[in-house]
């Protein structure tokens, strides 16, 4: 049973980056050919994709957030990190990481989420 479980502070300040942590168990990021996405879902709205890193280490983003984010990956730890700069209120979110079986947007297992809050 794959399990995906996000990790990081609940509150950042204005202006500065957010990192958040996946750590992957029961399967290997590396696996073909799966996609390791972080999704979030603002206060009352709805989902938002905010990019992807792929089996083989490639990466795709949001447009809208591409230039302020960044996937990277351990695999060593079995992990992959999202870090999004210069952020503001409006990147408050419910933030999920979860596994797209073949790159079709097909998601099929999702971590429990983790609000972060951008305040001073």
């Known amino acids: 049973q794959v399990q995906l479980q996000e990790s990081g502070p609940g509150l950042v300040k204005p202006s500065q980056t957010l990192s958040l942590t996946c750590t992957v168990s029961?399967?290997?990021?590396?696996?073909?050919?799966?996609?390791w996405n972080w999704i979030r879902q603002p206060p009352g709205k709805g989902l938002e994709w905010i990019g992807h890193?792929?089996?083989?280490?490639?990466?795709a983003y949001s447009p809208s957030l591409k230039s302020r984010t960044s996937i990277s990956r351990d695999t060593a730890k079995n992990q992959f990190t999202l870090q999004l700069s210069s952020v503001t209120p409006e990147d408050t979110a419910v933030y999920y990481c979860?596994?797209?079986?073949?790159?079709?947007?097909?998601?099929?297992?999702w971590g429990q989420g983790t609000q972060v809050t951008v305040s001073s």
């Open positions: 979860v596994r797209d079986k073949d790159g079709s947007r097909t998601y099929d297992y």
């Open positions: 029961g399967g290997s990021i590396t696996t073909n050919y799966y996609y």
């Open positions: 890193i792929r089996y083989s280490g490639t990466t």
